[in-house]
T-cell receptor
Framework: DTAVSQTPKYLVTQMGNDKSIKCEQN?????MYWYKQDSKKFLKIMFS???????INETVPNRFSPKSPDKAHLNLHINSLELGDSAVYFC???????????FGSGTRLTVV | DQQVKQNSPSLSVQEGRISILNCDYT??????FLWYKKYPAEGPTFLIS?????DKNEDGRFTVFLNKSAKHLSLHIVPSQPGDSAVYFC???????????FGKGTLLTVNP
């Protein structure tokens, strides 16, 4: 009964491939996010959806495309993977403040 | 984008003593402040928060202090326990889109 679940947990792939990471939350939250934690350990927001509508789109290469089929799911598709895409990607969800985010356990992506 | 600075990459304390973790911020629009805790191979988990109208919030062994004039946020853990050993991130929010801006994290080690 994990609240925010991401799959896969680990992903090793070659440069140039296309891959997807899936995220689902069963908390009934309206807003979902993708964050990237790079080698310098910064957690940086990439995208946010509220009720299937894109509300945050930070400066992210357009090789990254989020898709939200419903408010419980937010998937991340990455085209033409590059070495610099190697990172841990976290999905999260939230309701209105003052509550914080609930994070998934992360997907470690390694591009070789 | 250095709106948030968590300048101590690591902190080591003895069990039973106080742990003090610090963050500084520059963005005056931040009005909600949070701390997250992260164990290896897991996602960050929400710990405690404070809004800009307060200067202190307590939850058991954890107390968050906000000094708005100095733009400084701190987390006190008393007494520290070995299970508190983790990476602690400060996070900041401002505006209506619920975006959180994270610090780089501080690795806390509590020695038995």
């Amino acid at each position: 009964d994990t609240a925010v679940s991401q799959t896969p947990k680990y992903l090793v792939t070659q440069m140039g491939n296309d891959k997807s990471i899936k995220c689902e939350q069963n908390l009934g939250h309206d807003t979902m996010y993708w964050y990237k934690q790079d080698s310098k350990k910064f957690l940086k927001i990439m995208f946010s959806y509220n009720n299937k509508e894109l509300i945050i789109n930070e400066t992210v290469p357009n090789r990254f495309s989020p898709k939200s089929p419903d408010k419980a799911h937010l998937n991340l598709h990455i085209n033409s993977l590059e070495l610099g895409d190697s990172a841990v990607y976290f999905c999260a969800s939230s309701q209105e403040r003052p509550y914080g985010y609930t994070f998934g356990s992360g997907t470690r992506l390694t591009v070789v | 984008d250095q709106q948030v600075k968590q300048n101590s990459p690591s902190l080591s304390v003895q069990e039973g003593r106080i742990s003090i973790l610090n963050c500084d911020y520059t963005n005056s629009m931040f009005d909600y402040f949070l701390w997250y805790k992260k164990y290896p191979a897991e996602g960050p988990t929400f710990l405690i928060s404070i809004s800009s109208i307060k200067d202190k919030n307590e939850d058991g062994r954890f107390t968050v202090f906000l000094n708005k004039s100095a733009k400084h946020l701190s987390l006190h853990i008393v007494p520290s326990q070995p299970g508190d050993s983790a990476v602690y991130f400060c996070a900041f929010s401002g505006g209506s889109n619920y975006k959180l801006t994270f610090g780089k994290g501080t690795l806390l080690t509590v020695n038995p």
